[in-house]
């Protein structure tokens, strides 16, 4: 499964961005796929995750009520559109998939296979 993200930039807070998750070979429907991020010198920490063609979604406390993630299967692509930007919000945001399973869906980085190679994000 290759996973390519895209969307990172770089805005003031308070502004919005969405990140794309292009996934190929395998559905994003019918798996587990997930949004985590990173700051150099932390853990990589889960920030949302989708599953059962966007029925079950879950989402970091910190994140919840600002971010959003969905999917287009046309595309087999998963968004993560992200509003009210905090400058906490900065850094490398990853795309995760797994294969479907009951542990889905998953904050923990634990759960998942394939990894896509990072967008930055950063909010000032």
């Known amino acids: 499964v290759q996973l390519v993200e895209s969307g990172g930039g770089s805005v003031q807070a308070g502004g919005s961005l969405r990140l794309s998750c292009a996934a190929s070979e395998y559905s994003v429907s019918n798996n587990c796929v997930g949004w985590f991020r990173q700051v150099p010198g932390k853990q990589r920490e889960g920030v949302a995750s989708?599953?059962?063609?966007?029925?079950?979604?879950d989402y970091a406390d910190s994140v919840k009520g600002r971010f959003t993630m969905s999917l287009d299967n046309a595309k087999n692509t998963v968004y993560l559109q992200m509003n009210s930007l905090k400058p906490e919000d900065t850094a490398m945001y990853y795309c995760?998939?797994?294969?479907?399973?009951?542990?889905?869906?998953?904050?923990?980085?634990?759960?998942?296979?394939?990894w896509g190679q990072g967008t930055q994000v950063t909010v000032s």
């Open positions: 989708l599953y059962n063609n966007g029925k079950s979604t």
């Open positions: 995760a998939f797994a294969f479907r399973g009951s542990f889905c869906p998953s904050l923990n980085t634990n759960t998942y296979m394939y």
